[in-house]
């Protein structure tokens, strides 16, 4: 029912910069919230911000400073602006919306920090 495509995943540095992207089928409007995800090789998958239809974010203890989470209600677009990032925020990235009390998740984007 609802679809997300995610961009901007990719290679950076040590203390590097990216905003990944999730577009939403639907209004977001009618998401309860969006919310950002990641999954390093063997570790369990780890949510680490999110944004409500009203605006209210969360921002997990370990991005905190580094990473906020922000929305375009016109193009039903989500972002996570990624700053300092540190060879531990290295993992698979996954946005995931709630609607209707149901889950939808995207595809998953890989972020590598590395030198």
């Known amino acids: 029912q609802v679809q997300l495509v995610e961009s901007g995943g990719g290679l950076v540095q040590p203390g590097g910069s990216l905003r990944l992207s999730c577009s939403a089928s639907?209004?977001?409007?009618?998401?309860?919230?969006m919310q950002w995800y990641r999954q390093a090789p063997g570790n369990a998958r780890e949510l680490i911000a999110g944004?409500?239809?009203?605006?209210?974010?969360n921002v997990a203890n370990s991005v905190k400073g580094r990473f906020t989470i922000s929305r375009d209600n016109a193009k039903n677009t989500v972002y996570l602006q990624m700053n300092s990032l540190k060879p531990e925020d290295t993992a698979v990235y996954y946005c995931?919306?709630?609607?209707?009390?149901?889950?939808?998740w995207g595809q998953g984007t890989q972020v590598t920090v590395s030198s």
């Open positions: 995931k919306a709630r609607r209707d009390y149901s889950d939808y």
């Open positions: 944004i409500t239809s009203t605006g209210m974010t």
């Open positions: 639907v209004s977001i409007f009618t998401i309860y919230a």
